[in-house]
């Protein structure tokens, strides 16, 4: 891959006014130059790439402002908006999303009514075949469309997505509702809330999570930027580079499920020693995300390390698939190759659960795309 061409080819894009520089804004915010080379090759690390190409990507994120991206919300609650802008002490990952070239975000923007509307058409009819898309939330279709009406003539957010697609150079569904369905979508799913890809041709690239990573965000617009191309996906359209792996793989307390040492019950002596959480209802030996290394709340924690399971949520159909979210899944799919029993008896452990986590990924991936 040349690099950069592509680079001089987004030098060539016009930056959009008014904005500071990236490097003062990193500075206002307590970062030095040093701080983001280190960001910039752990994003490497992240992509696929060796630390070599980290001022490859450092200059890669300076030219993220060349590229219009447009954001729309459809049926959601903002958990995926504020999980990446709500903090009292901004990550150079929100950082890089004030800098990018973002046209429309109705979370973020100061316009509304008719002017909202306006600036949306005008975004897209100026950048036409030139944006990214990133749609946060599930879309009511067909004949219950009209229970997600949008902005000042009350346009259907289904017809929205729809034209937004048409125009964009890449789509992304960002989280669980816009990639799967999420829980507007769970069983008996009144208002036939349906995930983006269902309702366009066009290449949706999921990005599932309730919600998901602000690194998994900011990640695939790097990858467009370095590459103009889509990442290689699984087989549920998530970039391999963040979902290829389970949460189990590489969970903290993955040592204690090897050993046979359970919490039983939360608030027992397990559950004070760190002990794994998969007998009461961790779903992470099923679930496939980055969550493990990246964490929330500023890299902080997450659930796991905060004492509760994992819900699965990055999973299709999370929500009716993954319950009861603090009981093993005793009636799952995976039944068959006896993941319950298998912790009761971890003491043979790692063998058992080598067989355990090859047949789960073949199951997994052997799972075609509706």
């Not at 949306?120 to 990133?134: C, P, R, S, T």
């Not at 979508?185 to 809330?193: E, G, K, L």
């Not at 912790?343 to 058992?352: A, E, M, N, P, Q």
Request: glycine share 8%; proline share 5%; aromatic share 10%.
């Amino acid at each position: 891959m040349d690099f950069s061409a592509r680079l001089k080819e987004l030098e060539s894009f016009e930056r959009k006014d008014n904005k500071a520089s990236l490097s003062s804004m990193l500075k206002q915010n307590g970062f030095t130059r040093r701080d983001f080379l280190k960001y910039s090759s752990a994003m490497a690390a992240m992509l696929g790439l060796s630390s070599t190409f980290a001022p490859t990507i450092a200059k890669a994120i300076e030219l993220a402002d060349r590229l219009p991206v447009i954001w729309l919300h459809m049926a959601e609650c903002t958990g995926c908006s504020e999980s990446l802008l709500r903090s009292d002490a901004p990550t150079i990952d929100s950082l890089i999303f004030d800098y990018i070239n973002l046209e429309y975000h109705e979370t973020i923007m100061a316009a509304s009514g008719f002017q909202a509307e306006s600036n949306l058409e005008n975004a897209m009819k100026k950048h036409k075949g030139k944006y990214i898309l990133m749609v946060e939330g599930a879309i009511p279709a067909g004949q219950s469309s009209f229970y997600l009406t949008l902005g000042a003539h009350a346009k259907k957010g289904e017809e929205i997505a729809k034209q937004a697609c048409n125009n964009a150079a890449a789509i992304f569904a960002i989280g669980a509702c816009s990639s799967f369905g999420g829980i507007q979508a769970a069983a008996p799913n009144p208002t036939n809330a349906m995930p983006l890809s269902k309702i366009t041709n066009k290449a949706v690239i999921n990005v599932p999570g309730c919600p998901p990573s602000e690194k998994n965000i900011v990640g695939n617009v790097l990858h467009y930027v370095l590459y103009g191309t889509l990442p290689a996906l699984d087989n549920y359209n998530r970039p391999k580079w963040a979902y290829e792996n389970r949460i189990h793989d590489l969970c903290e307390r993955r040592g204690h499920f090897d050993a046979g040492e359970f919490v039983q019950s939360f608030g027992d002596e397990g559950a004070k020693k760190g002990y794994c959480l998969y007998k009461v209802g961790c779903k992470g030996p099923y679930t496939f995300n980055n969550c493990s290394k990246l964490r929330f709340n500023q890299h902080t924690n997450w659930p796991i390390g905060a004492g509760h399971g994992c819900i699965g949520c990055s999973e299709p159909d999370f929500w009716d698939n993954m319950g009861p979210f603090e009981e093993p899944l005793k009636s799952h799919l995976f039944k068959s190759i006896s993941a319950d029993a298998t912790s009761d008896k971890i003491g043979i452990g790692v063998l058992t659960l080598t067989g355990l986590t090859i047949a789960a990924h073949a199951v997994i991936s052997s799972v075609k795309k509706d």
